[in-house]
């Protein structure tokens, strides 16, 4: 059984920042990526960012130069930096682990609003 638990998430302005953390804990075996979905109300869960095991990233298209990924000294750990946000970011922002089976966090409310 694998737990994931987010924090960071919060109401900021348009073109400020915010930092998303995310800690696994319990039976992770092959770690093989970790990263970060978002749901916006009325849309489908999408792929913000990802690391795989080996270091390589993924970004959406939309959140290229502006988010960045990265794994904690504890290997069991993933941030997201997020930089000039948009309205259009205000979402749920869930972690996302894949080791033999997929587990996701609860999620984090982002609102991107003035």
């Known amino acids: 059984q694998v737990q994931l638990v987010e924090s960071g998430g919060g109401l900021v302005q348009p073109g400020g920042s915010l930092r998303l953390s995310c800690a696994a804990s319990g039976s992770i075996f092959s770690l093989n990526s970790m990263g970060w979905y978002r749901q916006a109300p009325g849309k489908q869960r999408e792929l913000v960012a990802i690391?795989?095991?080996?270091?390589?990233?993924n970004y959406a298209d939309s959140v290229k130069g502006r988010f960045t990924i990265s794994r904690g000294d504890a290997k069991n750990t993933v941030y997201l930096q997020m930089n000039s946000l948009k309205p259009e970011d205000t979402a749920v922002y869930y972690c996302?682990?894949?080791?033999?089976?997929?587990?996701w966090g609860r999620g984090t409310q982002v609102t991107v609003s003035s």
């Open positions: 690391m795989h095991r080996g270091g390589t990233t």
């Open positions: 996302y682990l894949l080791t033999l089976s997929s587990s």
